[in-house]
């Protein structure tokens, strides 16, 4: 596609609830990242995939947290039983390389009531 | 925690004036990038700096890298009112899980008509 390209826009969701974001890359880029955004902060780094496989899951704030990519494209991030402090905006990017310049996608509000 | 620290938090200037704002991070780096920021979505890429360079330039923005003192700056002369934002910059470490790019808290600029 153009530009990377993150589903849903807008998420609305009761606590305890889980919820799957969908992250399309842009084709034929390798590195794909995630990260959560709350309202007037900055860019809180929760995970990355070089291809399918995941070198650092150290952003993940709990077990509730998980993401996978599958044929080295789509990445899902899903988030178990959700919380109020799990609203955030939550900013998928994607890169040619690792650690190249990052193309991001609009992102998903979450608002968990 | 994060590996990007921004000054200053906040900038408001006149239409015309020029515009500086830091950057300062922990570990070596393989590269620095500069991100802005409208509205709290999407972040576009402005301008990536190697580790082993001083300074780029690209249209109205300046970049600078200090690496013996693990910073850098970004300048924007003649600013416009267009450039309200809020700017990021980011690294990609070369130590531990290279590739990972992480994010400092953003300056908000705001560039009065």
């Known amino acids: 596609g153009a530009g990377v390209s993150q589903s849903p826009s807008n998420k609305v969701t009761e606590k305890g609830k889980d919820v799957e974001l969908r992250c399309d890359p842009i084709?034929?880029?390798?590195?794909l990242y995630w990260y959560r955004q709350s309202l007037g902060q900055g860019l809180e780094f929760l995970i990355y995939?070089?291809?399918?496989?995941?070198?650092?899951k150290s952003g993940l704030p709990s077990d509730r947290f998980s993401a996978e990519r599958t044929g080295g494209s789509v990445s899902t991030l899903t988030i178990q039983r959700t919380q109020q402090e799990d609203s955030a905006v939550y900013l998928c990017?994607?890169?040619?390389?690792?650690?190249?310049?990052?193309?991001f996608g609009q992102g998903t509000r979450l608002t968990v009531v | 925690s994060q590996q990007g620290e921004e000054d200053p938090q906040a900038l408001s200037i006149q239409e015309g004036e020029n515009a500086t704002m830091n950057c300062s991070y922990k570990?070596?780096?393989?590269?620095l990038q500069w991100y802005r920021q409208n509205s709290g979505r999407g972040l576009v890429h402005l301008i990536l700096?190697?580790?082993?360079?001083r300074e780029k330039h690209s249209g109205r923005l300046r970049v600078t890298l200090d690496t013996s003192k693990k910073s850098s700056s970004l300048l924007i002369t003649a600013s416009r009112a267009a450039d309200t934002a809020s700017y990021f910059c980011?690294?990609?470490?070369?130590?531990?899980?290279?590739?990972?790019?992480?994010f400092g808290q953003g300056t908000t600029l705001q560039v009065k008509p």
């Open positions: 990017a994607s890169s040619l390389l690792q650690g190249a310049e990052a193309f």
């Open positions: 084709s034929g880029h390798t590195a």
């Open positions: 995939f070089q291809g399918n496989s995941a070198p650092d």
């Open positions: 570990t070596s780096i393989n590269n």
């Open positions: 700096i190697r580790s082993n360079e």
């Open positions: 980011a690294t990609d470490s070369n130590s531990g899980n290279t590739g990972k790019l992480i």
